[in-house]
């Protein structure tokens, strides 16, 4: 039987570590579908159109049997609209692992033939968060090396040059 996955988040933006469980997730599953979520209640910097477009552009080489699409409301009824045998989850560290274990939880309580999976991104991205990463861009630094190509000059236009006071 043919096992597909979805893989939701914010994305916003997406990284290098999100990148990775992409590509580890592709190893596993015979289908995957990046699901960015359309919360507008979490104010993410990119809209859901740019995010869309920045995973398309960091996995253009990872065409086969990969979708991405855009979801708001419950993450188990996209899961079920797209016929889905799991739910795909990077874990960095403990702390996301109760988070995401709670989430496991109830999205099984709402369909107990869904299973989640956690995957560890490569350990030199255990740190990357979306968070963080708007962040020191904020501060004009570069984050080029833990992002996808372009995605950090869409965080400087975002972030402009602050002048001098």
Not at 17 to 41: M, Y
């Amino acid at each position: 039987m043919a096992k597909r996955a979805v893989y939701p988040g914010m994305f916003d933006p997406v990284h290098n570590g999100h990148v990775d469980v992409i590509q580890r997730s592709l190893r596993i599953f015979d289908e995957l579908i990046v699901a960015v979520v359309a919360n507008p209640a979490k104010e993410p910097l990119f809209s859901v159109d740019e995010r869309l477009t920045m995973i398309d552009e960091a996995t253009a080489d990872l065409r086969n049997n990969f979708r991405i699409v855009a979801f708001d409301g419950l993450l188990i009824d996209l899961v079920a609209r797209e016929r889905a045998d799991c739910i795909v989850r990077g874990i960095r560290a403990v702390s996301d692992f109760e988070y995401e274990f709670q989430m496991a939880l109830m999205n099984r309580k709402l369909s107990s033939t869904v299973e989640t999976v956690f995957l560890m991104p490569h350990e030199k991205y255990t740190y990357i968060s979306s968070r963080l990463i708007k962040e020191v861009a904020g501060y004009g630094a570069s984050v080029g090396s833990l992002v996808p190509a372009g995605v950090e000059k869409r965080l400087a236009e975002k972030f402009p040059p602050k002048s001098p006071a």
